[in-house]
């Protein structure tokens, strides 16, 4: 007993030390937005009454609304569509056998590994020849056919049951209604776990919308981070309430969605 | 019927009114800048774009708030792309920067020696941005350096302002020692990854990492070994308090816990953000490297200056406009002086006002007026392309100088990280 004690001590100490070492960081970030800057550099850690000081300043530097609406479009434009085109590529590479498929998906595997650093210039080219420069369409488009969504839906078909799938046949069912009334509802965690991931890389995305999106009125909110931090005596205060305000809608996302995220994880079928 | 002619003239009136204006727009020039700091070089040029507004009602200005980082990135891209929608007629861009877009991207910028005449603006700054003969700068802030310090803290080791007026850093480093025993406070801090203090010691010689353009100058520069030398004596002597970034490096001195700051102009505004420690803060000029050829007492560190694009629709507004404000209107550097603490780098400058006022916070100094002479007298160097990656070499090197290691070892460890990026 004393040694089973002894154990769940050691466990929860360890625990409560990671817990700890992962929440601080939003714990410091929550505590420095209600701060002045020169608080924040010395240190202080208790919550400060310079909240809507910070707030007075971002709104009249930034137009707030204007900006969160820009990420949230290309957000949620981006989750749609990719999940729509690479849901249905996964699918198809597991579902519809032909000889070639496993080539053309290593091929898939081997793009996954070069660096967007390497794309950009070309891509530039390319956006701008098709005149799209300075739009959302611009940096939605390139994030649409995700090789990794699609490398992730291909792994959780697998689990899908081709049982499923013949007795839908026999329904009388066509394969587009295959997929769309047996496949999309039976991989419902799948979907969740992948708008997480969607969702967050759209909104957190940096480098390209930093390049092809040109004019003040079109910046996201990484953008816009990105330029309060450039001043030569940054405001510590008003950086880190953009950045709490950047985080929640990835939070609530994820906590709505948190069950199906760990249920997607482990597998959507069982 | 005649409240509808009257309707249908007034509406007439006004779509004539609307053509007229769109007319006049299109003829006028709107130049878009970019720039990083909604503190500094924002309202500075905001200010200066309200002047020439005023006299050349046709000339407007859309200044954007931009990141180094995102000038560097987009400019890199597009002019490697070779697209130009989009970019702005003017743009800010670090010195230690510039060289690399010149010589990758000739004719990419409008070279202004042309039409502006430089010998108006403090040499280094316009040396920095000269490549083959010219030059295409309009040099903006300076990071002319100057040795802050806590008066309060000298006096009460028994030092007075004189004892480190004109020193050398030997001197300082014995200053230092003696304070940190009497006051228990240390001499500067430093952050480790950040080798600004090594390139102020050195370009004080007139010295660089690189010479002739882009030749490594790293193993047989004197200036460099001296100033490694220095920085490890400090070190070695507990004068240096490390800190991990540019937070912990402000928050040492605002918070009152190291003695000095040798540092360029622009750290006077955080200096400045504790009120409470007015009159405590005095400017001395850096010190001088022992025993190097050349050593003076001015350096700089950072900086920035203006570029026109030579793909820019409006060149020639954008030029003049350069050249009426800030190649020439000293009253515009006033009020940049004392609203955003800007010390530009035009020389006739410091014949206003505002540059000749003493400072209450400095202890009724002349501050602006001591920055504005060393600003004349430093040494000018030439950047190159490969500033960034010596700098990175050089800080890789600089925690094991701190433990007291080998100078040549790390010297022969830097020319060769330097050598290979330069591949």
């Known amino acids: 007993m004393s040694l089973y004690m002894l154990r769940r001590t050691g466990v929860y100490l360890f625990l409560s030390l990671a817990a700890f070492l992962s929440v601080f960081p939003f714990f410091w970030m929550a505590v420095g937005a209600t701060n002045k800057s020169t608080e924040i550099i010395t240190g202080k850690m208790t919550p400060g009454s310079n909240l809507v000081v910070n707030f007075q300043t971002l709104l009249s530097q930034v137009d707030l609304w204007r900006v969160f609406g820009n990420s949230f479009l290309?957000?949620?434009v981006s989750t749609i569509l990719t999940l729509a085109v690479s849901s249905l590529a996964g699918y198809g590479f597991e579902i519809f056998r032909s000889r070639v498929r496993e080539r053309i998906f290593q091929l898939l595997l081997l793009f996954l590994s070069i660096p967007f650093a390497a794309l950009m210039v070309p891509l530039f080219v390319m956006i701008s020849r098709a005149q799209l420069t300075n739009t959302f369409t611009a940096v939605i488009l390139p994030t649409i056919a995700s090789i990794f969504i699609l490398f992730y839906f291909r792994q959780a078909t697998k689990a899908f049951p081709s049982e499923l799938r013949d007795a839908a046949r026999v329904d009388g069912l066509k394969e587009w209604q295959i997929f769309l009334f047996v496949y999309m509802p039976t991989m419902?965690?799948?979907?969740?776990?992948?708008?997480?991931?969607?969702?967050?890389?759209?909104?957190?995305?940096?480098?390209?919308?930093?390049?092809?999106?040109?004019?003040?009125?079109?910046?996201?909110?990484?953008?816009?981070?990105?330029?309060?931090?450039?001043?030569?005596?940054?405001?510590?205060?008003?950086?880190?309430?953009?950045?709490?305000?950047?985080?929640l809608p990835t939070l609530v996302i994820f906590f709505v969605l948190q069950r199906q995220f760990v249920q997607g994880m482990l597998g959507a079928v069982k | 019927m005649t409240r509808n002619v009257m309707r249908w003239t007034r509406t007439l009136a006004i779509a004539l009114t609307g053509i007229s204006m769109a007319s006049v727009a299109a003829a006028a020039a709107e130049l878009t800048v970019w720039c990083w700091d909604p503190n500094f070089n924002i309202p500075a040029m905001a200010d200066a774009g309200a002047r020439y507004t005023a006299a050349h009602p046709d000339t407007t200005f859309n200044i954007n708030n931009v990141s180094q980082d995102e000038i560097n990135q987009k400019l890199q891209t597009q002019l490697l792309a070779g697209?130009?929608?989009?970019?702005?007629?003017?743009?800010?861009?670090?010195?230690?920067?510039?060289?690399?877009?010149?010589?990758?991207?000739?004719?990419?910028?409008?070279?202004?020696?042309?039409?502006?005449?430089?010998?108006?603006?403090?040499?280094?700054?316009?040396?920095?941005?000269?490549?083959?003969?010219?030059?295409?700068?309009?040099?903006?802030?300076?990071?002319?350096?100057?040795?802050?310090?806590?008066?309060?803290?000298?006096?009460?080791?028994?030092?007075?302002?004189?004892d480190v007026q004109d020193i050398t850093w030997n001197r300082l480093i014995e200053i230092g020692k003696d304070v940190l025993e009497k006051t228990g406070h240390q001499l500067i801090d430093m952050d480790y990854?950040?080798?600004?203090?090594?390139?102020?010691?050195?370009?004080?010689?007139?010295?660089?990492?690189?010479?002739?353009?882009?030749?490594?100058?790293?193993?047989?520069?004197?200036?460099?070994?001296?100033?490694?030398?220095?920085?490890?004596?400090?070190?070695?002597?507990?004068?240096?308090k490390p800190v991990s970034d540019w937070t912990g490096y402000?928050?040492?001195?605002?918070?009152?816990?190291?003695?000095?700051?040798?540092?360029?102009?622009?750290?006077?505004?955080?200096?400045?953000?504790?009120?409470?420690?007015?009159?405590?803060?005095?400017?001395?000029?850096?010190?001088a490297l022992d025993g190097v050829d050349g050593a003076t007492h001015y350096s700089n560190n950072g900086g920035s200056s203006w570029y026109v694009l030579a793909s820019s629709e409006h060149q020639d507004e954008a030029i003049d406009f350069l050249k009426?404000?800030?190649?020439?209107?000293?009253?515009?550097?006033?009020?940049?002086l004392v609203n955003q603490g800007a010390v530009g780098s035009l020389l006739a400058a410091r014949d206003g006002d505002a540059y000749k006022a003493?400072?209450?916070?400095?202890?009724?100094?002349?501050?602006?007026?001591?920055?504005?002479?060393?600003?004349?007298?430093?040494?000018?160097?030439?950047?190159?392309?490969?500033?960034?990656?010596?700098?990175?070499?050089?800080?890789?090197?600089?925690?094991?100088?701190?433990?007291?290691?080998?100078?040549?070892?790390?010297?022969?460890?830097?020319?060769?990280q330097l050598r290979q990026q330069m591949q």
């Open chain 1, 74 to 76: 290309i957000a949620i």
């Open chain 1, 188 to 247: 419902r965690s799948t979907y969740a776990a992948a708008t997480i991931i969607v969702f967050m890389n759209a909104w957190n995305n940096y480098l390209w919308p930093l390049i092809v999106l040109q004019t003040p009125e079109n910046k996201t909110i990484t953008l816009v981070i990105s330029a309060l931090t450039a001043a030569y005596t940054p405001d510590y205060g008003v950086i880190l309430l953009t950045t709490v305000l950047a985080t």
């Open chain 2, 83 to 162: 697209v130009s929608d989009g970019l702005p007629d003017i743009v800010l861009i670090q010195d230690d920067n510039i060289q690399r877009f010149l010589q990758s991207f000739p004719g990419s910028f409008v070279p202004l020696s042309d039409s502006i005449d430089m010998s108006k603006f403090a040499d280094y700054k316009v040396a920095a941005a000269t490549y083959e003969g010219k030059s295409y700068s309009l040099p903006f802030d300076s990071g002319v350096t100057g040795l802050f310090y806590r008066s309060d803290y000298l006096e009460e080791a028994g030092y007075k302002p004189e």
């Open chain 2, 193 to 240: 990854n950040d080798d600004g203090q090594i390139i102020m010691m050195m370009q004080s010689t007139g010295q660089w990492y690189l010479k002739d353009g882009n030749e490594p100058n790293i193993i047989d520069n004197p200036a460099l070994k001296a100033s490694l030398e220095t920085f490890q004596a400090m070190a070695q002597s507990g004068l240096i």
């Open chain 2, 250 to 287: 402000t928050g040492a001195f605002t918070s009152g816990e190291v003695a000095m700051v040798p540092q360029g102009v622009w750290i006077t505004g955080t200096i400045k953000s504790m009120p409470d420690q007015a009159g405590k803060w005095r400017v001395a000029p850096l010190p």
């Open chain 2, 324 to 336: 009426t404000v800030w190649a020439e209107d000293v009253d515009f550097y006033q009020g940049i």
């Open chain 2, 358 to 416: 003493s400072d209450p916070f400095f202890n009724d100094e002349p501050v602006w007026q001591n920055f504005s002479d060393w600003l004349a007298q430093v040494p000018a160097v030439d950047y190159g392309t490969f500033t960034p990656e010596a700098r990175l070499a050089v800080r890789a090197q600089l925690p094991n100088i701190a433990n007291g290691g080998d100078i040549d070892q790390a010297l022969q460890a830097i020319d060769a």
